[in-house]
């Protein structure tokens, strides 16, 4: 199964792999579960010790039939016996964790994910913002001023409150859910106020 | 694991403490429904008065915070207390969100009166 998938890429570690990893990024504060644990016996075989996060963080991959691997960090393949076998082990132990669905921490494409959210619903409580003050003008002519005040930090904060409201109900569950929520979020609390006023004036 | 999901089943809190938050936001919601209602009839014995649409367009958000409330509750009732506040805290200001983009789009369109 997994055979299928590696290429040669995979296999061998490339220099420009370096070019995205980070110094800290073998901190052991930042392991996430599943990966780290199946990553930690190619560690042990005394893979390149500058870059161990890259090969934690990708999948054990073992080489078809009739392939050798060559150059930096290939020992760590030639010396794993029956690679198919190994391989599909620890793919089961992947899968298993991802069955158990426990909160093991955010993977790095769950954070990125999170803070890309996080800066849509900023400009969005951004245009919230500009949009009710300009409908101030017009809202003192039918509103009680109080009654406007109020509705309009309401409407501000609904952004900020609806994340922070996915981020803690939505813990420790599948990671789907929240993006979804948060995509429902986005676009339930579109400032139209805002886009109506640079559309009508 | 089936513990915590268990324990998310039944509601944590008592009836009185679900009944005091609850009550407390519904004084709120119901403050914006108050708030629809007499801009819906401002406008309807305004010189102009309101066409169908008007009428429907303007009766959204007093029937908004109702739907806001009863989904707000729904989600919340069973969890910790904080927690139930906190959804009725965003339904607010969804239901907030929604009153100024309804009247954003009756300051800024015509279609609304003339009737």
Known sequence: ?201 | MSAVESSRRLPVLPVWLIATIAGAFLLLYAYVIWNALIFLIQQANGVEGLTGYGWFVLLLPVVFPIVVFAGAFAIGWKRRAAQFALVLLTGLGLVAAFWLNIFAYAAATTALYGA
Not at chain 1, 59 to 86: H, Q
Not at chain 1, 139 to 146: E, G, I, R, S, T
């Open chain 1, 1 to 201: 199964m997994g055979g299928t998938r590696s290429t040669l890429n995979d296999v061998t570690p490339r220099p420009d792999d370096d070019a995205l990893t980070w110094d800290g990024d073998d901190d052991p504060t930042l392991d996430v579960g599943a990966n780290a644990r199946a990553g930690d016996d190619a560690l042990d075989e005394g893979t390149d010790a500058a870059s161990p996060a890259s090969d934690a963080s990708r999948p054990a991959v073992s080489l078809p039939a009739g392939y050798t691997a060559v150059g930096k960090g290939s020992e760590s393949l030639a010396a794993r016996p029956g690679g198919a076998s190994a391989d599909a082990e620890s793919a089961e132990r992947v899968a298993d964790a991802d069955a158990e669905g426990e909160p093991h921490g955010m993977g790095n494409a769950a954070l990125v994910g999170i803070g890309i959210f996080a800066g849509v619903y900023l400009l969005l409580t951004l245009g919230w913002i500009l949009g009710a003050a300009r409908l101030q003008l017009v809202a003192q002519l039918f509103l009680a001023p109080v009654a406007f005040q109020i509705t309009l930090w309401l409407a501000v904060l609904a952004l900020p409150l609806w994340f922070a409201t996915v981020f803690w109900l939505t813990s420790g569950k599948r990671s789907w859910l929240r993006f979804t929520l948060l995509a429902a979020g986005a676009l339930l609390l579109i400032p139209w106020p805002f886009i109506l006023a640079g559309v009508f004036r």
